[in-house]
T-cell receptor
Framework: SQTIHQWPATLVQPVGSPLSLECTVE??????LYWYRQAAGRGLQLLFY??????ISSEVPQNLSASRPQDRQFILSSKKLLLSDSGFYLC???????????FGPGTRLTVT | KQEVTQIPAALSVPEGENLVLNCSFT??????LQWFRQDPGKGLTSLLL?????REQTSGRLNASLDKSSGRSTLYIAASQPGDSATYLC?????????????FGQGTILTVHP
């Protein structure tokens, strides 16, 4: 069966510090991968998606970047965090078959 | 621009009651629609995926319907239990995308009290 992992589970970082969040998927090959942010009062917003290694597309301009160094690894990064980067970050995967998405447990990021 | 709206924003019901959650979408070229459950501080759990060619899908006490012509989907929960308390999200997947982008509604917060 497939599983998706995210770490860390929670993170408190000062403004201006770097960020690296990691997502890995087990039990499947060549998945589509997604990063979402859930902020209070704003619902779920798609940040990045990837259809293959090294292929990253951004949905919204922002202070964040994403990378996919391996088939089942997706990384969300920032060089300098802003207060507005606070939120709940969710990673998801899907297969091209029907695109049903499966979500990870999330990372709660608080920028102070 | 695709928009997804969920009504009501919050719902409180006594245990055992049958209930319906509503989801409206603007994109008539829908590919499929997915219903999720989210417990506080947790990720999303996929409940049902209903294809644009289907009218409904069932899983246990859950039944989701899809009406493309009216741009509506409903999630029916039978014999509700306190363990059903959570936020329920619907998300539409439009046709024509190569990667399955989802557009989410704001969610319905469901509370089932004993």
């Amino acid at each position: 069966s497939q599983t998706i992992h995210q770490w860390p589970a929670t993170l408190v970082q000062p403004v201006g510090s770097p960020l690296s969040l990691e997502c890995t998927v087990e039990g499947t090959s060549n998945p589509n991968l997604y990063w979402y942010r859930q902020a209070a009062g704003r619902g779920l917003q798609l940040l990045f998606y990837s259809v293959g290694i090294g292929q990253i597309s951004s949905e919204v301009p922002q202070n964040l970047s994403a990378s996919r160094p391996q088939d089942r690894q997706f990384i969300l990064s920032s060089k300098k965090l802003l207060l507005s980067d606070s939120g709940f970050y969710l990673c998801a995967w899907s297969l091209v078959r029907d695109y049903e998405q499966y979500f990870g447990p999330g990372t709660r990021l608080t920028v102070t | 621009k695709q928009e997804v709206t969920q009504i009501p924003a919050a719902l409180s019901v006594p245990e055992g009651e049958n209930l319906v959650l509503n989801c409206s979408f603007t994109d008539s070229a829908i590919y499929n629609l997915q219903w999720f459950r989210q417990d506080p501080g947790k990720g999303l759990t996929s409940l049902l995926l209903i294809q644009s060619s289907q009218r409904e899908q069932t899983s246990g006490r859950l039944n989701a319907s899809l009406d493309k012509s009216s741009g509506r989907s409903t999630l029916y929960i039978a014999a509700s239990q306190p363990g059903d308390s959570a936020t329920y999200l619907c998300a539409e997947r439009a046709g024509g995308t190569s990667y399955g982008k989802l557009t989410f509604g704001q969610g319905t917060i469901l509370t089932v009290h004993p």
